[in-house]
């Protein structure tokens, strides 16, 4: 135990009672116990680099190109994306991809290449591999896009997991983006940023990193192509980014860099090279589609960690209703649950929770639960008898079940890389189905140490099956909360066949998107905490996480009413929308803020409401495609570097431009316009782009700007889908998908593509079919003719 472990351990014991903080400290100190003697010390170390080429094996895609000192493995795949691993290493055993690895495609050939080295030219790019082991991806044309040095290790003399580092050059104009859920982003600039899940202790604001969910995924733009790139290895490890320079002309472009160092794990690594949407749709092929919400996940969802009781649940959902404001869903957090124990429930307080969530079900609402990893190491808790029955809790080295501290006091943790117990957690689901639960948010599953935040509950030299290869906790750390979301989502699958899961993680990995979303944590109250928000959600979409959001008002503190309805205004265009109050918050309803913040807050949510049926085709084409909801100004274009360096407004799929208010006291903000026509959403004023416009941002409202020609699926009035169509540019043709969802199950919908056109002083809309253009399926209603 260090100092600023010791440090953290007597906060505790001030801010959660005597008993509880020295729960803490005697944790803190076991679990470096535990690992003083669960853990191999590093002691000497033998420093290794691939060296010369020896001898080359081609194979179908492309082969292994052997060194004095390793190998090097190379396939490009039929889908276009290539791999490569160093000492051996293959595509699996991955906790990231969601099937066996992709054929390889058998046009791929490894050949010679200039000055001794290897080369493999496919469709989409060209790798290069040199005679000492540096390997580059180029474009088609031969233009550079990534070129990775050869690796070195260190190797224990004495034998166990060796650290690497692999340093890479990209374009001098290259920018950086991705790598999970980053507060700094989304465009990451220079600096270092640890691979290592972790809660922060506090409120976070865009200086704090590493958080919840971290991913060594990067997406690299630049003028040439878009490439993305991911290191497959679950290890404790950083990212230090460096941004190029370009010379002005003077011929003397600084290339960008970026240095990944990890603490062990195999070194192997995808690159996919396109646009945007393509890179994100070939990961979405390799790592899993995503999960599809139930419609009533994409409304507006509110979360007390302190309810306290029934009737207080009762008495907020009545305000929503007396205030005509639109509520789908109602959080509630560990409090009902009886002495925090997880799969319990306080029935002095929620005496009848079946009977409650019947209630809010007749009127739409849907109740979620808090669902923490941590279970209470007592005899008589009942999941934690049935755990102990199942063998289902971590141990050390030393065969002992590792106990840890965290919310219901002693705890112990479930082994989720291991079938057995995920399908034993998998089924304690019923129990909360059976309380009328409809949807779960996981939480404190890093998972977290109350004695060091930051730090996991579990000693680093904790024994985890990981699918029957057996290690240690340094490799299953990060993916520990994916494995979770795992063993929910099929224990959910099996008990309601019927239904969509719906499960946020506030953590997770690579793949995460297969089980669900996630949401921001305990983002500090503040302007900079907005911001950090809309970073999180860019930087986990451009990542393959397309479903997350912000808890709306921050997390410590209370919000001055213009904070919380510029966060609320934010909030109704991301794809999970959720406020969210506590102890530490206080109450986050809208009325609570005056009712000049309800009128506003009310138009957002009434706008939500209405915009619902595309955010549901929003959500069928992140599944089928991987296209985040949320994306850059740059996704249509990222050579555009204005558009690149742009961070304050982004698109909300291919119809909708949003430009929310980040800072205090602003009535008219600046945006930056993809190219093309755009109209205001209220006004329907035109704008032309590519440019920088001025617009006004009263406190009713943030800008929104549609494009030129879309077609939105809208909520009609009478609570139908219809179309709203914008008027194209003369000259001019627009169109959009249309996913018609019947809100929950697992029927795939047909995809309806429309086109618009102007036709003289009107505009026609018609369905493209495999039997040619016909009308619409569903009323239209269009707008922007005027303009």
């Known amino acids: ?129 040199s005679r000492h082991g540096a390997v580059e991806v180029l474009t088609p044309g031969g233009v550079s896009l990534r070129r990775d040095l050869p690796p070195r ?98 011929g003397h472009d600084r290339v960008g860099t970026s240095e990944l160092r990890m603490d062990g794990g195999p070194l192997r690594c995808w690159v996919m090279v396109g646009t945007p949407a393509r890179v994100l749709q070939t990961w979405s092929s390799l790592t899993g589609a995503a999960a599809l919400p139930p419609a009533w996940a994409l409304g507006h969802q509110h979360a007390r960690e302190d309810f306290g ?138 998972p977290v140490s109350f004695a060091a935040f930051g730090e996991s509950t579990l000693p680093r030299s904790a024994r985890h099956d990981l699918e029957g290869r057996g290690g240690d906790h340094r490799e299953a750390h990060n993916v520990y909360a994916l494995a979770m979301a795992r063993a929910a989502f099929e224990g959910l699958r099996e008990l309601a066949p019927q239904e969509r899961p719906f499960l946020i ?21 503040g302007w900079p905490g907005v911001r950090a928000s809309l970073s999180l959600v860019m930087g986990l979409g451009l990542s393959g996480v397309p479903y997350s959001g912000p808890d709306v008002g921050g997390s410590d503190g209370r919000p001055s009413p213009e904070l919380y309805l510029r966060w609320f205004q934010l909030g109704a265009y991301l794809p999970f929308f959720r406020t969210h109050g506590g102890p530490r918050a206080g109450r986050r309803e809208p009325w609570e803020f005056g009712d000049e913040v309800l009128e506003h807050a009310r138009a957002a949510l009434v706008e939500r409401r209405r915009l619902l049926p595309y955010f549901m085709t929003l959500a069928h084409l992140a599944r089928r495609s991987g296209a985040p909801y949320v994306r850059p100004l740059w996704w249509g274009a990222p050579e555009d570097r204005a558009l690149r360096d742009c961070e304050d407004a982004f698109l909300l799929g291919d119809c909708l431009l949003v430009a929310p208010v980040l800072d205090p006291g602003t009535d008219r903000r600046a945006v930056q316009l993809p190219r093309g026509r755009w109209y205001d959403v209220v006004t329907e004023e035109a704008y032309e782009g590519p440019a920088q416009v001025l617009l006004d941002a009263p406190l009713s409202r943030v800008p929104v700007l549609v494009r030129a020609g879309a077609v939105l699926p809208v909520r009609g009035d009478d609570g139908s889908v219809e179309l709203e169509v914008w008027a194209p540019a003369r000259g001019r043709t627009g169109g959009g998908l249309v996913v018609v969802d019947s809100g929950d199950g697992w029927a795939e919908p047909e995809v309806e593509r429309y086109v618009t056109r102007r036709q003289g002083g009107r505009v ?18 269009v707008r922007g003719l005027e303009s």
Do not use: C
Not at 323 to 331: F, K, Q, Y
Not at 764 to 773: A, S
């Open 153 to 250: 290790w260190w190797e224990p003399a004495g034998g166990g997991p060796a650290r690497w580092m692999q340093r890479s050059e990209v374009a001098a104009d290259a920018r950086f983006f991705g790598l999970g859920g980053r507060a700094s982003g989304p465009r990451l600039r220079g600096g270092v940023y640890r691979l290592w899940n972790s809660d922060p202790g506090r409120a976070f604001g865009p200086g704090d990193d590493p958080l919840y969910l971290t991913m060594p995924v990067q997406m690299v733009v630049a003028d040439a192509a878009t490439h993305l790139v991911f290191h497959d290895s679950s290890w404790d490890g950083s990212v230090t980014l460096r941004e190029g320079e370009e010379g002005a002309g003077s």
């Open 764 to 781: 026609v809309v018609e369905r493209d079919g495999d039997d040619g253009p016909g009308a619409p399926s569903l009323p239209v209603r």
């Open 309 to 446: 009781n029934e009737q207080e649940v009762r008495r907020v959902v009545g305000g929503y209703h007396e205030r005509g404001l639109p509520l789908d869903a109602v959080h509630l957090g560990i409090d009902h649950f009886e002495a925090r124990r997880v799969f319990t429930v306080d029935r002095d307080r929620f005496p009848k929770l079946p009977v409650l969530a019947e209630e809010l079900l007749r009127d739409g609402i849907r109740l979620v639960s808090a669902v923490d990893p941590a279970v209470g190491a007592e005899p008589g808790n009942a999941v934690y008898d049935s755990g102990s029955a199942e063998d289902a809790f971590v141990r050390d080295a030393a065969g002992e079940v590792v106990r840890g501290v965290a919310r219901p006091g002693e705890v112990v943790h479930p082994d989720f890389t291991r079938a057995r117990t995920r399908r034993w957690w998998g089924a304690l689901y019923e129990e909360r189905l059976a309380r009328g639960f409809a949807g779960f948010r996981h939480d404190m599953n890093e």
């Open 1 to 129: 135990m260090n100092g600023r472990d010791l440090v953290r351990s007597m906060k505790a014991v001030g801010s959660a009672g005597a008993v509880q903080g020295l729960l803490t400290v005697r944790a803190a100190w076991r679990r470096r116990r535990t690992d003083a003697s669960g853990l191999p010390p590093r002691g000497a170390e033998r420093a290794r680099v691939p060296g010369p080429v020896l001898s080359v094996e081609p194979a179908p895609g492309g082969g292994v190109v052997r060194f004095t000192r390793s190998e090097l493995r190379i396939t490009v795949t039929a889908g276009g994306a290539l791999f490569w691993g160093w000492d051996g290493a293959g595509p699996g055993p991955s906790y990231a991809l969601a099937d066996a690895a992709p054929e390889p495609d058998p046009r791929a050939v490894l050949e010679p290449d200039k000055d001794g080295a290897w080369r493999v030219v496919a469709e989409r790019m060209t790798v290069v591999v």
């Open 505 to 525: 993680s506030r953590s997770g990995w690579a793949g995460m998107q297969r089980y669900g979303g996630t949401w921001s944590g305990d983002v500090a109250t």
